[in-house]
């Protein structure tokens, strides 16, 4: 379970790496100890007959951050596949303290 949570995680550094640069501000952005917080899932609504109805994903991750000051140098990443597009994007961004 452990190899798929970090497989899972490697397919999101993308959208790791945009947020900690969009919150920190900072050019090279380094993170460690991500793990997926939670995962919900539901049913989008049939649009028509000849689609099948799709599932929308809402997942939560958490990083720390390397190269920030200490007193908040983690993020909860919220990444969705709700865009028509159905890739994982940003959804939200929390910074919060390392526990």
Do not use: W
Not at 37 to 48: F, Q, T, Y
Not at 51 to 77: C, F, Q, W
Request: charge should be negative; aromatic fraction near 6%.
């Amino acid at each position: 379970m452990e190899d798929m949570e970090d497989v899972l995680i490697s397919q999101f550094h993308p959208q790791i790496s945009q947020s900690i640069r969009s919150v920190y501000h900072v050019r090279l952005p380094q993170f460690e100890n991500a793990y997926i917080v939670s995962i919900e899932k539901a049913a989008l609504p049939e649009p028509s007959e000849e689609m099948k109805p799709g599932i929308e994903y809402e997942i939560t991750l958490k990083v720390t951050v390397l190269n920030v000051p200490r007193n908040a140098n983690s993020l909860l990443i919220t990444l969705s596949n709700s865009q028509s597009s159905g890739e994982f994007v940003v959804k939200q961004v929390k910074k919060g303290r390392c526990l």
